[in-house]
């Protein structure tokens, strides 16, 4: 029986929950070379101000940084060059529909390793304005201190 270990966050994306509401999240492959493998699983990727793009029924992500590996030398690619994401038809075709309604788009949220192999958690995500953003952040303050006064509470 195969062993199943917990994935492995390599990279994240931490300001895309602020900026966006999520939907939904889906699980992709991603088309690397080797020394994009060892450089990621080195921790030297960022997701900061990527996207995916869905184009001619393929989904590609979009400035997503990978950094040269150092011992890769003439094996090495461009570090912000355009990556196939790997998801079944039906998938893309739904991800394409939510494409089309207004001020959707598609985030990559994290890049993790899964039995070896490197994954992308690809979400669906709508925009926030900015009163969105503040009101998340008062919500979220308030939350942290109702939680201090009911630790004091307990204390005595």
Known sequence: MAKKTPNKTL??????????????????????????????????ANLKDSYADIRNNEIFVCNMHISPYEQGNIFNRDPLRER????????????????TQAGYTLIPLSLYLKNGRVKVSLAVAKGKKNYDKRDAMLEKAAKRDIDREMKERSRY
């Open 11 to 44: 990279a994240e994306n931490r300001k895309a929950r602020h900026d966006y509401f999520i939907e939904e999240v889906y699980e992709a492959g991603i088309e690397l070379v080797g020394t994009e493998v060892k450089s990621i699983r080195g921790g030297k």
């Open 84 to 99: 196939k994401l790997l998801l079944h038809k039906n998938e893309i075709l739904k991800l394409q529909q939510f494409t």
